[in-house]
């Protein structure tokens, strides 16, 4: 393998790096608004549960 072969082959596992890196990020963020999401549904669920307790 010629030096510039090599150094092509760095380039493109370090630009996959910084990918994987940027996907993770979104993953991390999505995983928070998804427990956003279960936290609220468990709010509602409380709601429902005290209104059918009134009625």
């Known amino acids: 393998m010629s030096q ?7 380039k493109q ?3 996959l790096e910084n990918q ?3 996907l993770q990020g979104k993953v ?3 995983e ?3 427990s956003d999401l279960k936290g609220q549904i ?12 009134q009625v």
């Open 13 to 15: 596992a370090k630009s």
């Open 20 to 22: 994987v890196s940027d």
């Open 32 to 34: 928070g608004q998804i």
């Open 4 to 10: 510039e072969e090599y150094n092509a082959l760095q």
């Open 42 to 53: 468990n709010d509602y669920e409380k709601q429902v549960n005290d209104l059918k307790g």
């Open 28 to 30: 991390n963020q999505y």
